[in-house]
């Protein structure tokens, strides 16, 4: 997906990129509440590491659910 005219996030499955928090797609809400400002390497970087996350949290949520049904 392009951020920006110069920047691309590349990698991320789509259930990871879907996932929502609050009713809220975070990583969505967080790109559009930094709309207009400059994206740093340390930026790109956290925004990456919370794509790790919530990949993660995806994968306990669904080893929860097979062991507690409707969690």
Request: aromatic share 12%; hydrophobic share 35%; net charge positive.
């Amino acid at each position: 997906m392009a951020i920006n005219k110069t920047t691309k996030l590349c990698g991320i499955p789509p259930e990871v990129w879907e996932y929502t928090i609050g009713g809220y797609r975070g990583i969505e809400k967080y790109l559009k509440g930094r709309k207009g400002r400059k994206l740093s390497l340390d930026k790109l970087e956290h925004i990456y590491r919370v794509f790790e996350i919530l990949k993660r949290t995806i994968e306990l949520v669904r080893e929860l659910e097979a062991i507690w049904p409707g969690f």
